[in-house]
């Protein structure tokens, strides 16, 4: 049977996306099979262990964007020289432009006290939190959709935001809209913060390389 490259497209296509937001709505038939396919990702012992915050307020999505601002301005303090003048030119957020922002949460007690897979790595309910992401991202790709994670900020500042418990973890801010374009090269290389390894010198054969 053939292998249909359109996947593997849509690995290649997938942006964090920034600048290039247009604000437009997202038709909430879209919006429910995007998070569909978010849900469909697997999890360990079925637990499921994610929820989703859909934030539209203005005023909430304001505050939030001063407190990354201020969280950009602190990264930005511990860099110096040339290092310092690339990361002004990059653009970390597209808080407001965006149409709406998905906050994906981690609740290690969804399946409690017996979570199949989970007793010897502590954090294997974070990675299928990961996979649900990923499902997330490559289905907005697959409708012609944004979206761009937001990591400059602290968890706490976050549960506090949008009410979240202590005990559950809030994993990801992702930006999500209709865009402009999609650039062909990622931000981070296109500005020369870092470039991309060949795959070459991440695949080792039996052992970790010594």
Do not use: K
């Not at 005990?167 to 930006?175: I, N, S, T």
């Amino acid at each position: 049977m053939p292998v249909s490259t359109d996947f593997y497209d849509l690995i290649r296509r997938r942006r964090d996306v920034r600048a290039e937001f247009t604000g437009e709505p997202v038709p909430e038939e879209v919006l429910h099979r995007i998070l569909a396919a978010a849900h469909a990702a697997p999890s360990v012992g079925l637990s499921q262990p994610w929820d989703f915050v859909l934030v539209r307020d203005r005023a909430t999505r304001e505050r939030f964007r001063e407190h990354v601002q201020a969280e950009r301005a602190t990264f930005e303090a511990e860099l110096a020289g040339d290092r310092a003048a690339t990361f002004r030119r990059i653009r970390i957020e597209g808080i407001l432009s965006s149409t709406l922002s998905v906050v994906v949460t981690y609740d290690p007690e969804r399946g409690s006290p017996a979570v199949l897979g989970r007793h010897a790595i502590a954090d294997a309910g974070l990675y299928s939190v990961c996979l649900a992401i990923q499902n997330l991202w490559l289905a907005a790709t697959a409708e012609g959709l944004g979206v761009g994670w937001v990591s400059f900020y602290r968890e706490d500042f976050l549960r506090e935001l949008l009410g979240i418990p202590a005990r559950v973890r809030p994993v990801a801010w992702l930006c999500l809209g209709p865009v402009t374009h999609l650039h062909e090269v990622p931000d981070l290389e296109r500005h020369g913060w870092r470039e991309r390894l060949p795959l070459d010198a991440v695949v080792h054969e039996e052992r970790y390389p010594g």
